[in-house]
C-alpha cells in the first residue's frame, strides 16, 4: 500500500523538543521531495519545510525558520522533523506529503503534492 505515516506528535510544554517522522512505503522515497505542513485549530494549512529528493536542498518558513530541522534517512525510507523551542503557537496537526517538486521554491503550493500522510498531533503547552 502507498503511503506515508506520520508518528511522534504528543503533548509537550512551551520551550521543549519533539521528533516527527515520516514513514513511506510502498514506494522509494529517494524520487520524491518532502515538506511537512501542518494545521493549526480554526486556520488553514500551511506549509512549514521542504526537502529535497537528496537532501541538498532545504527550506523553511519564517514561523519555524531557526527551530525546525528537516533531514531524511532515504535508506530507511524516512523523513524527520526536529522541532525545537516549541511555542504554543506550533499546536497543530502536522502532515507529510509528497512531491516530484524540485526546486522548493513555492513548496507551499499543496497543489504540487499527490500523496499526504493521516498527520500527527502536536500540542505544546504554556
Known amino acids: 500500500q502507498v503511503q506515508l ?3 511522534g506528535g504528543g503533548l509537550v510544554q512551551s520551550g521543549g523538543s519533539l521528533r516527527l517522522s515520516c514513514a513511506a512505503s510502498g514506494f522509494t522515497l529517494d524520487y520524491y521531495a518532502i515538506a511537512w505542513f501542518r494545521q493549526a485549530p480554526g486556520k488553514e494549512r500551511e506549509g512549514i519545510t521542504y526537502i529535497s529528493k537528496s537532501g541538498d536542498n532545504t527550506v523553511y518558513s519564517d514561523s519555524v525558520k531557526g527551530r525546525f530541522t528537516i533531514s531524511r534517512d532515504n535508506a530507511k525510507n524516512t523523513v524527520y522533523l526536529q522541532m525545537s523551542s516549541l511555542k504554543p503557537e506550533d ?3 502536522y502532515y507529510c ?3 516530484t517538486y524540485t ?4 513548496f507551499y503550493s499543496e497543489n504540487l503534492y499527490n500523496l499526504w500522510g493521516q498527520g500527527t498531533q502536536v500540542t505544546v503547552s504554556s
Open 5 to 7: 505515516v506520520e508518528s
Open 91 to 93: 499546536t497543530a496537526v
Open 97 to 99: 506529503a509528497r512531491t
Open 103 to 106: 526546486t522548493g521554491r513555492y
